[in-house]
């Protein structure tokens, strides 16, 4: 069965620190990966996600992420964060071969101070 | 362009009571749907999914169900709520024809207190 663990419950960092948000899946098959974000009060959305291709994807408002597929990692990063930046992420993944449905993450609160 | 809808925003219930919650999607045709629960520490737990009308797979054995009467309508109910149905339930739609292996749309919401 497919699985996401992402490592950090909560987060909080200073603006300017950088970011790196772990993420990991158990899937032996190829494998879609995303990350939303959930700001507060409003909808998930997608940050960014990985297909194919260049392993490394780029995103909304500065974000990238890694696809390491011997580690079965997809961390998210970011070199400079902002105030704004505050919200909870998830990453996601599904797997072809599955149902093909979305298997989230915990999710991890990112607090930035001003 | 699409849209998607959730109504109520905010429920509060009693314990036993009935639950009908609804989704609906506009800017799309046959798009497939999704019930997800998101628990405080938990994450999104997919509940029930759907690529068509009156197709609806379960995910997790619940206190739930879902049914979807129209093309671009998607409810979840119970008859009778528990405790640990309180939670924040999002709906969920993607792109019709490529099956699941999509960016999924998430509507807003709906805050569910059962007491």
């Known amino acids: 069965a497919q699985s996401v663990s992402q490592h950090n419950h909560h987060v909080i960092l200073s603006e300017a620190a950088s970011l790196e948000l772990g993420c990991n899946y158990s899937?032996?098959?190829?494998?879609?990966l995303f990350w939303y974000v959930q700001y507060p009060g409003q909808h998930l959305q997608l940050l960014l996600k990985y297909f194919s291709g260049d392993p490394l994807v780029k995103g909304i408002k500065g974000f990238e992420a890694e696809f390491i597929k011997s580690k079965f990692s997809f961390n998210l990063r970011k070199p400079s964060v902002q105030w704004s930046d505050t919200a909870e992420y998830f990453c996601?993944?599904?797997?072809?071969?599955?149902?093909?449905?979305?298997?989230f993450g915990k999710g991890t609160k990112l607090s930035v101070k001003p | 362009s699409q849209t998607i809808h959730q109504w109520p925003a905010t429920l509060v219930q009693p314990v036993g009571s009935p639950l009908s919650l609804e989704c609906t999607v506009e800017g799309t045709s046959n798009p497939n749907l999704y019930w997800y629960r998101q628990a405080a520490g938990r994450g999104l737990q997919l509940l029930f999914y759907?690529?068509?009308?009156?197709?609806i797979s379960s995910e997790v054995p619940q206190n739930l169900s879902a049914s979807r009467p129209q093309d671009r309508q998607f409810i979840l109910s119970s008859k009778k709520l528990l405790l640990s149905d309180s939670g924040f339930y999002l709906c969920?739609?993607?792109?019709?024809?490529?099956?699941?292996?999509?960016?999924?749309?998430f509507g807003p919401g709906t805050r569910l207190t059962v007491l």
């Open positions: 899937y032996g098959g190829t494998v879609n």
């Open positions: 969920a739609w993607t792109q019709p024809g490529q099956g699941p292996y999509n960016e999924q749309f």
């Open positions: 759907s690529v068509g009308i009156g197709q």
């Open positions: 996601a993944v599904n797997g072809w071969g599955s149902q093909g449905n979305l298997i």
